[in-house]
């Protein structure tokens, strides 16, 4: 199994940025996907999750309403439309893919880092 | 929002000694859907726990998990070089899910 993150970068605050993650090597429609970011020298805060037919997403308060998560079942893929970023939004985002059957991470992939700044 | 609250901060201990980590929600956890993960310095984290007791596949059985409702515990049953890291608990019993803030865990 292997997650392997892209998009990262250095950006403007205010600006709008795509997070995206290629997953291989497991049964991907099947499975809850997830972001998780961690600040530079900080723990870790869960983002976003999304359902196997995308029905359901959910988002950290701290997020929501800015960031918009999405899967292409076909492509074995996960987005994150990242808008309206902020300087604390500054961090590496971690795709995950959640249990199959509860929301923890089994799988992470080694993350992409998003730096916001003026 | 469960609130989870990890202690200590930060363990100071030596290879072959035990390590306790502890980890506290604010409300019961529903069927105990609590997890532990494993951080090393630049590296993804990763799963050690699920269900506050079941280790995740291919985790050493020196790694131990504990606890029901509202207080849990990691315990490392001799410490070995590669288990100097961050640990944190993450409760997954409500759709907005929790992580504590970690446990560093260090070579004294």
């Known amino acids: 199994a292997q997650l392997v993150e892209s998009g990262g970068g250095l950006v403007r605050p205010g600006k709008s940025l795509t997070l995206s993650c290629a997953a291989s090597?497991?049964?991907?429609?099947?499975?809850?996907m997830a972001w998780v970011r961690q600040a530079p020298g900080k723990g870790l805060e869960w983002v976003s999750y999304i359902t196997y037919t995308s029905s359901e997403k959910h988002y950290a308060p701290s997020v929501s309403g800015r960031f918009t998560i999405s899967r292409d079942n076909r492509k074995n893929s996960l987005s994150l439309q990242m808008s309206g970023l902020r300087v604390d939004d500054t961090a590496m985002y971690y795709c995950?893919?959640?249990?199959?059957?509860?929301?923890?991470?089994?799988?992470w992939g080694r993350g992409t880092m998003v730096t916001v700044s003026s | 929002e469960i609130v989870l609250t990890q202690s200590p901060d930060t363990l100071s201990l030596s290879p072959g000694e035990r390590a306790t980590l502890s980890c506290r929600a604010s409300?019961?956890?529903?069927?105990?859907?609590l997890a532990w993960y494993q951080q090393i310095p630049g590296q993804a984290p990763r799963l050690l726990m699920i269900g506050a007791s079941n280790r995740a596949t291919g985790i050493p059985d020196r790694f131990s998990g504990s606890g029901s409702g509202t207080d849990f515990t990691l315990t490392i049953s001799s410490l070995e070089p590669e288990d100097f890291a961050v640990y944190y608990c993450q409760q997954y019993s409500r759709a907005l899910i929790t992580f504590g803030q970690g446990t560093r865990l260090e070579i004294k």
């Open positions: 090597g497991f049964d991907f429609r099947n499975l809850y």
């Open positions: 995950a893919a959640l249990g199959s059957r509860d929301n923890y991470m089994e799988v």
């Open positions: 409300e019961t956890l529903t069927n105990n859907y």
